[in-house]
């Protein structure tokens, strides 16, 4: 009759299941932001990657965000109309810490009237003789002169007189020149505080947000800014808007929609091969439920621990359904397949076949976190508790949800079970090598898939944001691209005075032709040697006959044309200066040359333009000499190749290594562990072959997840080597459940890596291609390669036709070999009990050829072994009441006997009389009812000149040390002892009607003893 409490715990732990992990996953999926920063992915520990790292992480083009206004008719009223409106809601809105372009035109007008007193400073040797001496011309100054005079006679002439004074030669042009190189377009010019396309029709607003652009609260918070201003300018206006925050949402967007499409997918596809493959199918739903218990408890204690969590990491979340869901497979198949009679006896079963297999999955995933990538450090992290998170659902949980196999056997729709059946009793290798053959030749002749590197295709964005970025190059050119340069200092002075330290390396690079001129901040405001030079070369440029022959001419020329003598005193003034002046620079200019200022630091930043001859292999060395941060996109992604290519095999070694090291402690035979990884590297060769078959690269997540199929392709490979390790023969009962396990959770998790195919975003896309790959030919490679080598290596070992001499070399070693390929606790227990334990020599002595032996309580079987190949045609019957005890005792017996699971005094299974009974240190175990009711049965069972040979320990003073272990060990299996005298179990022999015939100690020193006895008259 069923207890009501229990059946009550039963369904109290099913509510709390069906509330708990929906709300575990809730909980935790809500306190994650999802983070779509590229710069995740950089690994930290190399110098060049953290140069690189510190380039992209400051860069102020890439916070910036980006507003282009378009007009179809030209109508550049209405154009700036919408400028100033977009302008003063984005102020408004105070999510910008700046907005347009005011404050630098405004910086620039006060620079341009300081800028005559700079000119001294302005030019080095070269500029001056290239670009200086031909205003030095008489017909230039005339010219110059009179497009003076005109420009003064009209409106636009205000202010012109004091320039012309400071500056007849029009100097500042040469200056305004270089600065036009830091316009984004050609032709663009200010207006109205704005920035104005050359063919008038597009406006380009620049504003800083106040947060970054990375951050998906403010992305959404400039979105819908800019959602609201499409709907408040003219509809014949287009706004664009770009910047890091559109991409930002893309790829949470991306990241959200392709993790409920692959979950659903994968959820669909996993029901649908259960539903196929389970003899009950809604029994093989509720495998399911520990894989979403696991994803929902790990995203939970994910987030206990951090805030965000990346695209990648949030993308590959759903195929973890498919990850997970192999532990309740393997549970409910063995709940079903007629072996076990309870659910702790299915998670018993799970353990025993599973446990490593789950190690060396959390293993690989957590080895991610080793990589140096943060990304793949969250991927790892999520699912490694995911899948323990699974594994122990299953322990803990489902033995309560499910306590009994349901009523009956039945067959599933497909008859996978003898499908596999038939796979796995194959015992020829030539399929397995023609399938090696094939893949070794295929990479023979088209070789491995080639790698390639590209973090910014990490970042997926959606079709309209790509056609905004096309459409602002298109007008703008590629603002923030290209090789980059960061110079870093303490303070404004300070950076200067680190620039024109610079500055010789950059006018090296643009003489030799690697790069075009770069205008600095210390160009406009030279410092130190820097500006010493420049002084240098004005002096040695305006020698004394120069400048007198220059005075001659401005004077000359200027009193033709109506100027005052002393006109251009002030720029004749400045041809000998004495000294440099201490310069500074606006903000707004600042600003224009890549300054700024952020987080106590002072930051210069150039995008380079590559010239004819550009190398960035050896430009990017000089600069890193100089101490100078750099990012040149080719040279970058090269020198990530060769990172990923060294982390990679370094990762994939660390892996592999503690795989094996884990298996050889496992099986602790290395013939085990090679059969185990074959699969494995077959299925790395393969995956190779499929990727270049398919003209996928290795790219970032296939060189970093292939760890993860390193781990979890193992996982076959060990199910059905622990499998047949445990049930010896293929044609086992349980090993069907095992077989349709493995394809179950193979097969699911390859549906989960094939749900990622579907996925926008290009990373979790490229990760199901590769993982598919993976898991696809390590489970291919597990049915095919492992069978015949499983046959092989378990067949039956069959007795000897001439017994051995008793204890020889040759008698050890066929004992030990009897135990070969068993797990190693049995196989060392064998060991240690033929080599520690005195009884065998003396046990010989009791038994002849040809005799029956019941052996009650025989554990591994290993006396009872051992006497079978020391007496010839010996036949043995055991009992033993621990399954596994009783299915290794099985085993080593082989055709000499027969061992059933019972435990005394159940004596029912040993049919016939016997000529020995062995009862050997287990009569501890029995009390006094029990030990008097198997005495009887063994009475019974004796042969009328058979002979019960027991030992028992017997307490002995100073002896407790044994005793004591002893005692804890059944403690702990939640049994009693029950220690005796000689004289009580002395007593009880005869009670029995059994006459003792020898009593000795079995060894010196020891106080376990012989009991020989055989039946008294009474009995007989």
């Not at 006896?345 to 490593?356: E, I, M, N, P, T």
């Amino acid at each position: 009759m069923r207890r009501p409490g229990f059946e009550f715990g039963r369904w109290l732990t099913l509510v709390l299941v069906l509330i708990g992990v929906p709300a575990a996953f809730w909980l935790g999926f809500s306190r994650l932001q999802v983070d779509s920063d590229v710069l995740a992915a950089l690994p930290a520990g190399d110098l060049a990657m953290e140069s690189a790292r510190r380039v992209l992480d400051a860069h102020p083009a890439l916070e910036q965000v980006v507003v282009d206004l378009e007009v179809a008719d030209g109508s550049t009223e209405r154009l700036f109309e919408a400028a100033e409106t977009c302008s003063k809601r984005m102020r408004e809105s105070g999510l910008f810490a700046k907005v347009g372009l005011n404050e630098a035109a405004q910086d620039f007008a006060g620079f341009l009237a300081d800028l005559p007193a700079r000119l001294p400073f302005m030019f080095d040797e070269k500029m001056l003789e290239q670009d200086v001496a031909p205003r030095l011309d008489a017909a230039f100054i005339r010219g110059r002169l009179l497009r003076s005079l005109n420009e003064m006679a009209s409106l636009d002439g205000v202010g012109q007189a004091e320039l012309l004074a400071a500056d007849p030669l029009g100097l500042h042009e040469l200056v305004f020149q270089r600065l036009a190189s830091l316009s984004p377009s050609p032709g663009a010019r200010m207006r109205a505080g704005h920035l104005l396309s050359a063919d008038g029709k597009h406006v380009l607003l620049l504003a800083e947000p106040k947060g970054r652009g990375t951050d998906t609260v403010t992305a959404r918070g400039i979105e819908s800014l800019f959602v609201r201003l499409k709907a408040e300018i003219p509809a014949e206006i287009r706004l664009r808007a770009m910047g890091s925050w559109r991409a930002a949402l893309d790829n949470e967007r991306m990241a959200r929609s392709d993790t409920e499409r692959a979950v659903w997918i994968a959820t669909i596809g996993i029901l649908l091969l259960l539903l196929l493959c389970f003899p009950r199918p809604w029994l093989g739903l509720l495998a399911l439920l520990p894989a979403f218990a696991g994803i929902s408890a790990a995203m939970l204690v994910y987030s206990l621990f951090e805030d965000r969590i990346s695209a990648l990491a949030l993308g590959f979340g759903g195929a973890l359904v498919a990850i997970t869901v192999d532990h309740g497979i393997a549970f409910l198949r063995f709940l079903d397949g007629g072996e076990v009679k309870s659910g702790r006896d299915a998670a018993r079963r799970v353990w025993s076949v599973g446990l490593f297999a789950t190690l060396t999955t959390v293993g690989a995933f957590a080895a991610l976190t080793l990589s140096g990538f943060s990304i793949l450090a969250q991927v790892g992290i999520l699912a490694a508790l995911g899948v323990g998170f699974a594994f122990a659902f299953v322990h803990l949980v489902m033995p309560r949800l499910l306590p009994r196999p349901p009523a009956g056997r039945k067959t599933s729709l497909l008859p996978v079970e003898s499908w596999l059946g038939w796979v796995g009793g194959g015992r020829r290798f030539w399929p397995a090598m023609v399938l090696v053959l094939l893949v070794g030749v295929g990479l023979s002749v088209l070789g491995p898939p080639g790698m390639k590197v590209d973090l910014q295709g990490m970042n997926s964005v959606s079709p309209a944001t790509r056609e905004a970025e096309q459409a602002l190059e298109k007008t703008w050119g590629q603002m923030g691209r290209g090789p980059s340069l960061m110079l870093e200092a303490e303070s404004l002075p300070a950076l200067l005075l680190a620039g024109s330290r610079l500055a010789p390396l950059l006018e090296q690079a643009v003489k030799s032709e690697q790069i075009e001129e770069v205008l600095g901040p210390w160009d406009l405001a030279p410092t130190g040697v820097l500006a010493q030079d420049r002084l240098a070369a004005w002096r040695k440029f305006f020698s004394p006959s120069r400048r007198l022959a220059l005075i001659d001419k401005l004077e000359g020329i200027g009193l033709e044309l109506g100027f005052a003598r002393d006109a251009f005193a002030p720029f004749i003034a400045r041809l000998e200066p004495d000294r440099a002046p201490a310069f500074s620079l606006p903000p707004g200019v600042l600003k224009a040359l890549g300054v700024v200022q952020a987080e106590g630091a002072w930051r210069w930043f150039a995008n380079l333009r590559p010239a004819s001859s550009y190398d960035g292999s050896v430009l990017v060395p000089v600069f890193e000499r100089a101490q100078v941060a750099v990012f040149e996109p080719a040279l970058f992604s090269e020198r990530l190749g060769d990172l990923l290519g060294r982390t990679f095999e370094s990762m994939v070694l660390l892996v592999a290594l503690a795989v094996v090291i884990l298996l050889v402690f496992l099986f602790m035979d290395l013939l085990l562990v090679l059969t185990t990884i074959l699969p494995l590297l077959f299925a790395g060769l393969a995956s190779l072959l499929g990727l270049r078959l398919l003209g996928h690269p290795l790219d970032l997540p296939s060189l970093m997840l292939a760890v993860v199929v390193l781990g979890m392709g193992v996982d076959y490979a060990l199910y059905l080597v622990r499998g047949q390790q445990r049930f010896f023969e293929p044609s086992h009962p349980a090993m069907g459940p095992v077989r349709v396990t493995v394809l179950l959770a193979g097969g699911s998790t390859l549906i989960g890596m094939l749900s990622l195919l579907s996925a926008e975003h290009a990373v979790p896309r490229s990760a199901g291609v590769s993982m598919a790959l993976g898991i696809g030919f390590a489970l291919l490679g597990s049915f095919l390669i492992l069978p015949p080598l499983l046959n092989r290596l378990f067949s039956p070992v069959p007795f000897p036709k001439q017994p051995f001499a008793l204890s020889s070399a040759d008698h050890a070693r066929a004992l030990r070999r009897r135990y070969r390929r068993l797990e190693p606790g049995f196989r060392f227990f064998a060991r240690f009990k033929l080599s520690a334990d005195p009884m065998f020599p003396k046990l010989a002595e009791w038994l002849s050829d040809g005799q029956r032996l019941l052996d009650i309580g025989c554990g591994l079987g290993v006396p009872a072994t051992w006497l079978a190949l020391a007496r010839r045609d010996l036949r043995v019957v055991g009992i033993e009441p621990v399954a596994d005890r009783a299915r290794v005792a099985r085993r080593v017996l082989g055709e000499r006997g027969q061992v059933h699971v019972a435990a005394a005094p159940d004596l029912s299974a040993a049919d016939g009389l016997f000529d020995r009974v062995m009862m050997l240190d287990m009569v501890h175990y029995l009390d006094e009812t029990a030990l008097a009711e198997t005495l009887a049965g063994v009475v019974e069972r004796l042969k009328p000149e058979g002979r019960m040979i027991l030992r028992a320990t017997l307490p002995e003073e100073g002896r407790f040390l044994e005793r004591g272990i002893e005692a804890l060990r059944i403690r702990l299996r939640g049994e009693r002892h029950h220690w005796r005298s000689q004289e009580t179990l002395l007593a009880a022999l005869q009670s029995a009607g059994l006459r003792v015939e020898l009593v000795e100690a079995s060894a010196p020193g020891r106080c376990e003893w012989w009991f020989v006895a055989s039946r008294g008259e009474a009995a007989e």
